[in-house]
Nanobody, 117 residues
Framework: QVQLVESGGGLVQAGGSLRLSCAASGIIFRVNIMSWYRQAPGKQRELVATVFTGGATTYADSVKGRFTISRDNAKNSVYLSMNSLKPEDTAVYYC???????????WGQGTQVTVSS
């Protein structure tokens, strides 16, 4: 059974930092493309960052230069380091695992990130 468990969310002031973690089980982690998505109330879910199986990364324009995605295949984990947080970063952040052979991946339950002014 696939399980993705996010952690590390919380309340932080604008300008602060958080590091989110996602621990995966039930998948061959190293062959999965790992991504972080976020969804704010009343808004569409958006892709924040992706790290591919070879280590290449992509980011949404809104977080470039502030967020860093990384993976540790030995720990079956993916991370999102968030710096210079802004109130508009407030959202539930979800971890996604996807193989290139599938149309949709697996999702974690999400972790709340709230950035105050």
């Amino acid at each position: 059974q696939v399980q993705l468990v996010e952690s590390g969310g919380g309340l932080v002031q604008a300008g602060g930092s958080l590091r989110l973690s996602c621990a995966a089980s039930g998948i061959i982690f190293r062959v999965n493309i790992m991504s972080w998505y976020r969804q704010a109330p009343g808004k569409q879910r958006e892709l924040v960052a992706t790290v591919f199986t070879g280590g290449a990364t992509t980011y949404a324009d809104s977080v470039k230069g502030r967020f860093t995605i990384s993976r540790d295949n030995a720990k079956n984990s993916v991370y999102l380091s968030m710096n210079s947080l802004k109130p508009e970063d407030t959202a539930v952040y979800y971890c996604n695992a996807r193989r290139t052979t599938t149309l949709s991946g697996d999702w974690g339950q999400g972790t709340q990130v709230t950035v105050s002014s």
